[in-house]
């Protein structure tokens, strides 16, 4: 039995804990349940308050969550980022984002390259995975790049997609360090700048720009898509 069937068995083991403790546990179900509709809200201040809530283990929880959202809940990072730098201060927030976004996408690159692309697409779908392998067909590891400088986007796919190339750990984590960290540093500093309806604004606009460049990106694949047939 070699390490990659090894690996898969223990991930598969993980897999079935954390589900049967979902389903199982009312507490565990209810938390779980709690964090999802956190997230739905796109609530900065609903973020923030709950943070706080865990008093001392607040920075733990803060790590989770990113780690969380990247993983199982493709929603932006921002909320997060924004919230941590409004209770530690711009630049240790900016820390503890940089650091739980490396975290989340090293787990979903490591989920990716371990369980292959049948798991990888039933935690996705199948449409996000073909769309994003023609871009790393086009612009190879640039592709992470291009899209951690956008941290407000959800870059889980991306991850998930990156673990199923013949790409390098090193070469991801150099790729994605670099990306995700002048975005970061810069929405730390208006996370803890800014406060009331102004967050809201922001908060409003990048949610607006970043469904743009969704938008953008389906549309430039389908195009190209049509292009090919056209061929």
């Known amino acids: 039995m070699n390490k990659k069937t090894i690996a898969r068995i223990i991930l598969g083991l993980a897999i079935v804990l954390i589900v049967g403790l979902y389903i199982l546990n009312p507490q565990v179900n209810s938390k779980i349940n709690y964090i999802f509709m956190l997230f739905s809200s796109m609530s900065v201040e609903s973020i923030i308050g709950y943070i706080r809530s865990f008093g001392p283990y607040a920075v733990a929880v803060s790590f989770f969550l990113m780690v969380f959202q990247s993983v199982a809940a493709p929603l932006p990072a921002f909320l997060i980022t924004f919230a941590n730098a409004a209770i530690w201060g711009w630049w240790r927030g900016a820390i503890l984002s940089w650091s739980s976004a490396m975290a989340g996408s090293i787990l979903c690159f490591m989920i990716a390259r371990i369980a292959g692309r049948d798991v990888v697409e039933k935690l996705t779908t ?19 790049l291009i899209c951690r400088l956008l941290p407000f986007v959800s870059f889980d796919f991306v991850s998930y997609a990156a673990g199923l190339t013949s790409m390098s750990m090193a070469a991801f984590l150099i790729a994605t360090g670099i990306g995700q960290l002048p975005a970061t540093i810069v929405y730390s500093y208006v996370g803890g700048m800014l406060t009331g309806g102004a967050k809201l604004l922001v908060t409003g606009l990048l949610i607006l720009f970043a469904l743009s460049a969704l938008i953008f990106m389906g549309r430039k694949i389908y195009m190209d898509r049509q292009n090919k047939k056209a061929k």
Not at 126 to 144: C, P
């Open 126 to 144: 199948k449409f996000a995975m073909d769309s994003i392998e023609q871009y790393f067909e086009r612009y190879g590891k640039h592709t992470i």
